[in-house]
């Protein structure tokens, strides 16, 4: 049973950063692709960030790029999402997903499992 679990997050003020973070078990994170998604209050969960079994291989959306910086540790199968320069727009929770099933990586719907999410509130 492969669980992923966020954390991290919480309460930040504009233009500061936030770092979350998952945890994969059950199986080897390191041998999957691992993404970051996020939804805001009354929209739709939209990508923010993958790494691919390379962790060089990264994608971000365009409207985190330059801000956000996704990276992974094989060895304690964790994931992370470093959140700098944080605007009001970037308020979600913020959910981690793992194991790519297609290479469209930007839809959620490709993602074969979820964490619960982390909450990220970013205050004028």
């Known amino acids: 049973q492969v669980q992923l679990a966020e954390s991290g997050g919480g309460l930040v003020q504009a233009g500061g950063s936030v770092r979350v973070s998952c945890v994969a078990t059950g199986h080897t994170a390191n041998s999957y692709a691992m993404g970051w998604f996020r939804q805001a209050s009354g929209k739709e969960r939209e990508f923010v960030a993958s790494?691919?079994?390379?962790?060089?291989?990264?994608s971000y959306a365009d409207s985190v790029k330059g801000r956000f910086t996704i990276s992974r540790t094989g060895a304690k199968n964790t994931v992370y999402l470093e959140m700098n320069n944080l605007r009001p727009e970037d308020t979600a929770v913020y959910y981690c997903a793992s194991e790519l099933r297609d290479p469209d990586y930007r839809r959620r719907e490709n993602w074969k499992y979820w964490g619960t999410g982390s909450l990220v509130t970013v205050s004028t």
């Open positions: 790494v691919g079994w390379n962790p060089v291989m990264t």
